[in-house]
């Protein structure tokens, strides 16, 4: 079984930096690509960014291009978000989500990612 443990979130002030970490466990983590989404409260879950499964070709949402920064240790069979520069309307929910089938590509969209971790909260103060 699949298992997805976000960790890492919390309250910072805005211009300030957290790191998102996301576990991975149930199958072979180095095969598959894995996204980094976030919702809001009252707004539908977004795309933030996503890797391919060889650490190659990262692809970010407008929102998070030049400010975050995303990255896999397949060692550790684990992805991360680096955030810096945060704004308040960084403020959400953030979610890892790994697709159900291997794929050179890099996902982007909800419906291309099958597996989902619970989400750990980001509040950025002003």
């Given at each position: 079984q699949v298992q997805l443990v976000e960790s890492g979130g919390g309250l910072v002030q805005a211009g300030g930096s957290?790191?998102?970490?996301?576990?991975a466990s149930g199958r072979a983590?180095?095969?598959?690509?894995?996204?980094?989404f976030r919702q809001a409260p009252g707004k539908e879950r977004e795309f933030v960014a996503a890797i391919n499964w060889?650490?190659?070709?990262?692809?970010?949402?407008?929102?998070?291009?030049?400010?975050?920064t995303i990255s896999r240790d397949n060692?550790?069979?684990?992805?991360?978000?680096?955030?810096?520069?945060?704004?308040?309307?960084?403020?959400?929910?953030?979610?890892?989500?790994s697709p159900r089938s291997l794929t050179i590509a890099?996902?982007?969209r909800n419906d291309e990612y099958h597996y989902w971790g619970q989400g750990t909260q980001v509040t950025v103060s002003s």
């Open positions: 957290l790191r998102l970490s996301c576990a983590f180095r095969n598959y690509a894995m996204g980094w060889n650490n190659n070709n990262p692809r970010y949402a407008d929102s998070a291009k030049g400010r975050f060692a550790k069979n684990t992805v991360y978000l680096q955030m810096d520069s945060l704004k308040p309307e960084d403020t959400a929910v953030y979610y890892c989500a890099t996902p982007y």
